[in-house]
């Protein structure tokens, strides 16, 4: 089954320990993209990735990192956890490559909370 | 700057009743714009996009690029329309972005 695959999906844990979130997608996208959805905001997003080894900031990067080494993962890497990246995150793809209007697929969210 | 703004966080409306989602957007380019939708314990989806001027579960939206909307419709709802409703704009100043509103509940009564 073509989908965007994400774990976990749910995640406690304490302030500075480090983490990751790992997305992963079948469908050869090209494009691969994290948000984190937060009440009242929608979603916003964190970092994307054209494809691979090509990586750029969204409009809320700050405490993140990404990597794309293959064309399939795309994790999301917290350094140091802080409470304010409380938050539900949604990695997605889209076939869209050089074009832009790209249908966005979408995991299923993993709800991380930070003490 | 690029933003989307939705006006209704809830919409409430009986069966059968028509349905508005409003949607304004404020970008210089030529916008690309999206509507997404995610139903209860399910991952949020593509419902219609302007580009394709498709009618998909009853939905439609129409660009009106001198108002700067991208209002959902639907003549008739059903209960089953009941979830939260996501605009968005993909652009391109900047790097390859997509930008979502803060999503409207649509919550429609028997």
């Known amino acids: 089954e073509a989908q965007v695959t994400q774990n976990p999906r749910y995640l406690i844990t304490v302030t500075g320990k480090k983490l990751t979130v790992t997305c992963s997608q079948n469908m050869n996208h090209e494009y691969m993209s994290w948000y984190r959805q937060d009440p009242g905001l929608g979603l916003r997003q964190i970092y994307y990735?054209?494809?691979?080894?090509?990586?750029d900031k969204g409009d809320v990067p700050e405490g993140y990192k990404v990597s794309r080494k293959e064309k399939r993962n795309f994790p999301l890497i917290l350094e140091s956890p802080s409470p304010n990246q409380t938050s539900l995150y949604f990695c997605?793809?889209?076939?869209?490559?050089?074009?832009?209007?790209?249908?966005?697929?979408f995991g299923s969210g993993t709800q991380l909370s930070v003490l | 700057a690029q933003r989307v703004t939705q006006p209704e966080k809830l919409l409430s409306v009986f069966k059968g009743a028509p349905v508005e989602l409003k949607c304004n957007y404020s970008?210089?380019?030529?916008?690309?714009l999206f509507w997404y939708v995610q139903y209860s314990r399910q991952r949020l989806q593509l419902l219609l996009r302007h580009i394709s001027r498709e009618s998909i579960k009853g939905f439609t939206a129409d660009l009106n690029k001198g108002e700067t909307s991208f209002h959902l419709k639907k003549p008739f709802a059903q209960e089953e329309d009941s979830a939260m409703y996501y605009c968005?704009?993909?652009?391109?100043?900047?790097?390859?972005?997509?930008?979502f509103g803060a999503g409207t509940r649509l919550f429609v009564k028997a």
């Open positions: 968005a704009l993909s652009v391109t100043a900047g790097g390859f972005k997509t930008i």
């Open positions: 997605a793809s889209s076939l869209q490559g050089a074009r832009r209007s790209g249908k966005l697929f």
């Open positions: 970008y210089s380019g030529s916008p690309e």
């Open positions: 990735s054209m494809n691979v080894e090509v990586t």
